[in-house]
């Protein structure tokens, strides 16, 4: 096992491991996969999509070419990854999300102070919101 351990630690030499494109790509196929379980005589594309989903987020694990791996995760951390986490990290109880009305720029206001006036981080847009 110890022998195991240090033969996969040289492979994994030159090698990113799974980076959070990689894992989220992962977590991704399993939610497909599961869909086909819990919804079954769909011709089983879910679980075909997912398959391939999880090859290729080994492959991107285990790919030497680590600037064009470096890349693809920076795109996705910036574009959809940290997105979906700021997403999923709300705090919905003590706050309501709303977007601006001008600009759609995504804002949060405490919960519960009724009436009051918003002023848009980004476009300085003055509005109403019940909150
Ligand atoms: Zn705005």
Not at 24 to 49: R, W
């Amino acid at each position: 096992m110890k022998k195991f351990a240090y033969k996969f630690a040289q492979f994994m030499i030159g090698r990113r491991g799974f980076d959070q494109f990689s894992r989220d790509l992962s977590i991704f196929a399993l939610i497909l996969i599961l869909a086909d379980v819990i919804l079954p005589g769909k011709a089983d594309i879910f679980s075909t999509l997912g398959m391939l989903i999880i090859v290729y987020s080994y492959f991107r694990a285990f790919s030497k070419n680590l600037a064009k791996r470096q890349a693809e995760n920076d795109w996705y951390c910036t574009f959809i990854g940290n997105k979906i986490r700021a997403y999923l990290k709300r705090d919905r109880k003590n706050f309501t999300y709303f977007k601006c009305p001008q600009c759609k720029q995504s804002l949060r206001a405490p919960k519960g102070r009724g009436k009051i006036r918003v002023t848009c981080s980004r476009c300085h847009n003055v509005f109403e919101k019940k909150v």
